[in-house]
């Protein structure tokens, strides 16, 4: 009766009875004392109270109940009730991941992953996450992906990795459905396929990803994989700008001044394009007087050369990103990696967060997550979202500095105040 008085079946729902009914199970069953730990702890027809929810968890555990021995493992993990206890947690994981619950398994790959509980140890991650995987976990799924990706515990194999991405994709995880796009667009795993590299971007787009947006908006704007329109490229640069996308702020602000897509608004084109620099009101860059640079992309490449010749670090930033991405130019990444670096030597933030990227990644340099962990933190105070996050990242995965997952928490938060939602994705993940 708990059962369908909390969940409304064959009779109205009524958390305050279910609550009653469990209470009376409770004295009895393990699963009655688990599903009431789980009502005292989320404030379900009664006063929350996480340590009575702990107290009924550990009993219903103590009967061998599985579900309980994984929120049991969980509240360790979180502090739920009790002291956080990293090792205790691995424990009641690994009990309920052995009688094959697969968040368990799941959580329990995450743990030797991270080095929570226990030695990193990527192999016995790779194993548990495994588990979950085949029992259609679509975070386990993501994760072997990534594990064959980097190589981690087991030899890199870009096919695996997309077929893994493909099965958590298909299930609505979000950082797949966008990875997928990438791994069509430039042929990683599988073959070319730049209509399927849309629809993966648009799916992505679609739930929030900020990236996806603008890569939605350019295919739209170029014609990849789909019709132009650029009708719907406005709009889709329209959302990334709106949650704060530099690139799409710049583009969105070359739309509007061109009439592209919308109506011509010179006013609100300039000003997105101050934006994209990180500028305001006397610290203009652009203003209306500047023709030269609205016509094509090609008089604004011309601008930014002019510009850059005296060390105009917005220009020499801007011109850097051409040289990385080819816009209007030969692609060229060690020319990026110089021109990011004399805008950062200006004091540019995002140029530093630039920087920060292609020492992470080791682009034309050797991989370097100490230097990148530098570049990142000083475009993180000095307020780069996307800097914010990768350097959360860094914390959270001890690469280029020690772990430290308050700080991770920390920097997670900043960069969703300032508009990332890709951020509240990975805490919520972090936290789980």
């Known amino acids: 009766?708990?059962?369908?008085?909390?969940?409304?079946?064959?009779?109205?729902?009524?958390?305050?009875?279910?609550?009653?009914?469990?209470?009376?199970s409770a004295k009895k069953y393990s699963h009655a004392q688990n599903i009431l730990g789980n009502c005292y702890e989320n404030g379900e027809g009664l006063n929350k109270d996480e340590l009575k929810a702990f107290e009924l968890y550990k009993k219903s555990a103590e009967q061998d109940y599985v579900n309980a021995q994984f929120q049991?493992?969980?509240?360790?993990?979180?502090?739920?009730?009790?002291?956080?206890?990293?090792?205790?947690?691995?424990?009641?994981?690994?009990?309920?991941?052995?009688?094959?619950h697969t968040i368990a398994q799941n959580?329990?790959?995450?743990?030797?992953?991270?080095?929570?509980?226990?030695?990193?140890?990527?192999?016995?991650?790779l194993f548990w996450y495994n588990k979950a995987a085949d029992s259609g976990n679509k975070e386990a799924q993501f994760s072997v992906g990534e594990f064959y990706t980097y190589g981690y515990g087991v030899e890199k194999d870009e096919v695996k990795a997309f077929e893994y991405y493909k099965k958590s994709s298909d299930q609505g995880h979000l950082d797949a459905q966008f990875i997928l796009g990438y791994c069509y667009y430039e042929g990683i795993g599988t073959k070319v396929d730049k209509a399927k590299a849309f629809e993966?971007?648009?799916i992505s787009a679609e739930n929030g990803n900020v990236i996806?947006?603008?890569?939605?908006?350019?295919?739209y704007e170029l014609g990849i994989g789909i019709y132009k329109d650029e009708v719907k490229a406005f709009e889709y640069y329209k959302k990334s700008a709106k949650s704060g996308y530099s690139e799409a702020k710049f583009i969105l602000g070359f739309y509007y001044v061109n009439g592209i897509g919308t109506e011509i608004n010179k006013e609100k084109g300039f000003e997105l394009y101050n934006e994209a620099a990180g500028k305001s009101g006397d610290e203009n860059i652009f203003d209306k007087s500047e023709n030269e640079?609205?016509?094509?992309?090609?008089?604004?490449?011309?601008?930014?050369?002019?510009?850059?010749?005296?060390?105009?670090?917005?220009?020499?930033?801007?011109l850097g990103e051409?040289?990385?991405?080819?816009?209007g130019i030969s692609k060229n990444e060690m020319r990026a990696f110089e021109f990011y670096k004399k805008s950062a030597d200006q004091g540019f933030i995002n140029a530093y967060y630039k920087l920060g990227c292609l020492y992470s990644k080791g682009i034309h340099l050797d991989v370097n997550k100490e230097k990148a962990f530098e570049l990142y933190k000083i475009a993180a105070e000095g307020g780069n979202v996307d800097a914010q996050k990768s350097?959360?990242?860094?914390?959270?995965?001890?690469?280029?500095?020690?772990?430290?997952?308050?700080?991770?928490?920390?920097?997670?938060?900043?960069?969703?105040?300032?508009?990332?939602?890709?951020?509240?994705?990975?805490?919520?993940?972090?936290?789980?």
């Open 107 to 125: 959580n329990l790959g995450s743990l030797f992953r991270n080095g929570e509980g226990t030695e990193k140890d990527f192999k016995q991650a």
């Open 322 to 327: 051409y040289h990385e991405l080819g816009k």
């Open 293 to 318: 640079i609205v016509d094509d992309l090609d008089k604004v490449n011309y601008w930014y050369h002019k510009s850059a010749e005296n060390d105009n670090k917005f220009a020499l930033y801007k």
């Open 1 to 24: 009766m708990g059962i369908c008085y909390q969940n409304g079946i064959g009779i109205d729902k009524d958390d305050k009875k279910a609550f009653e009914w469990y209470f009376e």
């Open 391 to 432: 350097l959360a990242s860094l914390y959270e995965r001890g690469e280029g500095i020690e772990k430290d997952f308050e700080k991770a928490i920390y920097w997670y938060r900043k960069a969703m105040e300032n508009g990332c939602q890709e951020s509240k994705k990975s805490l919520d993940l972090f936290l789980k």
């Open 212 to 219: 996806a947006q603008y890569n939605a908006g350019e295919c």
């Open 200 to 202: 993966s971007f648009k």
């Open 72 to 100: 049991l493992g969980r509240c360790y993990y979180k502090g739920v009730g009790t002291l956080i206890n990293k090792t205790k947690a691995l424990e009641l994981y690994k009990i309920a991941a052995e009688k094959e």
